[in-house]
């Protein structure tokens, strides 16, 4: 329940909700589902991947998840400490092409799907396993990606200033 | 859809197309058989990362895991599984993070 605590006040956060929100207002929406992932699909998830340094692709919102794997992934993200505006959700469920697309682009077959700069993490099995071993904060940490990092930057910055 | 998939059938492709020397499949659907986890020991994991590991689980079971649900796993080599054994008198065995005691929750697919 420990964990619970942590990942309701991360993700009550509002700043947390932004990208999502805005994401889900992207519109990947086109009229036919390819089989094959087109042009205009691909654009469309290299925007997305590079839309922040850390970006997940999930079934719901990180304020409601719609599937264990996805709420246990934005939890340790949560945990982790990532900064709100280092990151991005984008709900599959919003978008039947994205949600089949970004299986074909990552060569990947489930969802969530997390990526940082724009570079292929994994899904939940491995997002869990670098969370309990460390490789995920010692990752995050070097792409500076941590909310206290950032603070600390900007603490830095108005010294300076 | 082809034949149904089972925690059989799975342990029976991953014993045979990673030469998988031990296999612990779990149903996490609650019934439904739609939903699976596993813990693989495989000699192939060998001198890969963990992302190389689950790229090649999901490529040996590609059709399955395109007619299930959702698949999780765990991949050991041969030592390590040997290594966690010694040291935990047992094994943690397939993981079930994300799940609710054991069983998927939310929407399929």
């Not at chain 1, 945990?79 to 060569?107: C, H, T, W």
């Not at chain 1, 993490?121 to 460390?134: E, L, W």
């Not at chain 2, 080599?77 to 008198?89: D, I, L, N, Q, W």
Request: proline letters at 4%; one cysteine or more.
């Amino acid at each position: 329940m420990f964990a619970r605590t942590i990942l309701s006040r991360q993700l009550l956060r509002p700043a947390f909700a932004a990208p999502v929100a805005t994401a889900a207002r992207t519109s990947f929406l086109t009229s036919i589902q390819a089989r094959f992932l087109s042009d205009q699909t691909r654009q469309a998830i290299d925007k997305a991947v590079s839309s922040a340094p850390v970006v997940l692709f999930m079934k719901g919102t990180p304020e409601t998840p719609q599937c264990g794997f996805s709420r246990a992934s934005i939890q340790v993200l949560g945990m982790q400490g990532v900064d709100p505006a280092k990151f991005a959700a984008f709900n599959v469920l919003e978008d039947n092409e994205l949600r089949q697309g970004i299986k074909e682009y990552s060569d990947w077959p489930t969802i969530p799907q997390l990526y940082i700069d724009k570079e292929f993490v994994g899904g939940c099995d491995i997002i869990i396993s670098m969370h309990q071993s460390g490789e995920l904060a010692k990752l995050l940490e070097e792409k500076k990606v941590l909310a206290a990092e950032a603070e600390a930057a900007e603490e830095e910055q108005a010294k300076k200033e | 859809m082809a034949q149904s998939i089972t925690e059989d059938s799975i342990r029976a492709a991953l014993a045979d197309r990673l030469k998988a020397s031990h296999v612990e499949v779990q149903d996490m659907s609650g019934g439904c058989g739609q939903a699976f986890t596993s813990l693989i020991v495989s000699p192939e994991f060998a001198g890969k990362n963990s992302l190389k590991r689950h790229r090649l689980v999901n490529a040996a079971l590609k059709d399955e895991i395109a007619q299930i649900h959702a698949w999780s796993a765990r991949c050991q080599t041969p030592e390590e599984y040997e290594k966690e054994r010694a040291a935990t008198g047992g094994n943690d065995g397939p993981p079930l993070d994300g799940t609710a005691g054991g069983e998927v929750t939310g929407v399929s697919q």
